[in-house]
């Protein structure tokens, strides 16, 4: 049994992996903001220790790691407004590693990065190895973080870990309910390629890869079949009876005053490649390829029949 400190507890990454923890028969602190969430009073019932703390108040994290033994950081923030964001992932994680390193007894940080700090990397395969170019405000966010931790593995053998983690999808982040709502919007071509991940094999990965990964390396987190954004929501549509997809300027979505990283992470592509992550944790995913979520969420059967 370890002793796993969570924070994002509350969010829908850090929810799923407080359970699988807690189901293992781990110990699991939940370092979140507001206690009286119901996500949070369920996992108190299932046995989550409750931390309240900000990870952008250092003073609240006197103590948070003291005695665990892996440490997930999965704040996040989506808009960018005021500099919160700036604040949660360079400001968060350089409070956390202080707070982790004070503790002493940590043999495992991992922060969960997105594929943004890469841009825009058109139709080449990204491996870790991939130039960081960030082309819009998240992802430039996202590398100063990344930075960050990486001076601390390196200066002080701080024990991080960063995952570049793909779109997340699974129940509660549903493609085909977002499609259906009208949601799923292509700026741009949509030949831009989009990395997907489960939400389960994103468990699988987070629970892993603290104890098996290499201290001080990146993974690259995303299925196996990277598809073109417009192949799988046509996919999708055609499925669902609907219409091909239409498509949207970028410019003309900016100039009508959209949120640059809305727009740039729709409409970047990034091709991950996913063999230091497979290797180095023996790793099997569920689902190889959001194609073969899509056969069980929309048969092909049903689909037949739907339209009979
Ligand atoms: N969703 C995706 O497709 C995707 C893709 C790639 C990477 N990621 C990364 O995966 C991680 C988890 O994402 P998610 O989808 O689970 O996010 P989420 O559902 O929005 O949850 C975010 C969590 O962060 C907490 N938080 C925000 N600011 C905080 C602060 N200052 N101090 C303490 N806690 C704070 C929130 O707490 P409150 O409840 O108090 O707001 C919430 O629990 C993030 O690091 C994200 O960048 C996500």
């Known amino acids: 049994m370890a002793y796993y400190l969570i924070a994002g507890a509350s969010g829908y990454v850090g929810s799923q992996l407080a359970e699988r923890l807690l189901a293992r028969g781990h110990r699991v602190r939940g370092l979140v903001r507001n206690p009286d969430s119901p996500t949070v009073e369920r996992l108190a019932a299932r046995g989550m220790c409750v931390w309240i703390g900000d990870v952008t108040r250092a003073e609240t994290l006197s103590g948070v790691a003291d005695g665990v033994d892996y440490v997930y950081n999965l704040t996040s ?5 005021n500099g919160s964001v700036r604040r949660t992932y360079v400001d968060g994680n350089q409070n956390l590693i202080a707070a982790c390193s004070r503790a002493r007894s940590v043999r495992a ?13 058109g139709d080449a395969l990204v491996s870790e190895d991939h130039p960081v170019a960030p082309s819009f405000p998240l992802g430039e966010v996202l590398a ?15 024990p991080a870990i960063i995952l570049r983690v793909a779109a997340i999808y699974g129940p509660g982040r549903d493609p085909v309910e977002a499609v259906e709502s009208g949601m799923a919007t292509i700026y741009g071509d949509g030949r831009n390629y989009v990395s ?19 201290p001080g390396a990146i993974y690259n987190v995303g299925d196996d079949e990277p598809l073109r954004q417009i192949e799988l929501l046509s996919e999708v549509r055609q499925r669902l009876g609907m219409v091909p997809p239409r498509t949207f300027s970028p410019a003309a979505a900016l ?13 970047a592509s990034v091709r991950l490649d996913n063999r ?5 944790l023996a790793l099997t995913l569920r689902y190889p390829s959001i194609r073969a979520w899509l056969d ?10 739907l339209g009979a």
């Open 109 to 121: 940080y991992v922060f969960s990065s997105s594929v943004a700090p890469y841009g825009d990397a």
């Open 77 to 81: 923030r989506l808009a960018i407004e």
């Open 276 to 280: 230091r992550l497979k290797h180095d």
């Open 196 to 214: 997907h991940i489960h939400i389960a094999d994103l468990v699988d990965v987070l629970e892993r890869v603290a104890v098996d990964g290499q």
């Open 144 to 158: 100063e973080a990344e930075r960050t931790i990486m001076g601390a593995a390196r200066d002080h053998r701080f």
């Open 255 to 267: 100039a009508a005053g959209l949120d640059p990283t809305v727009i740039g992470t729709l409409s």
């Open 296 to 305: 069980e969420r929309l048969p092909v059967d049903e689909v037949i029949a």
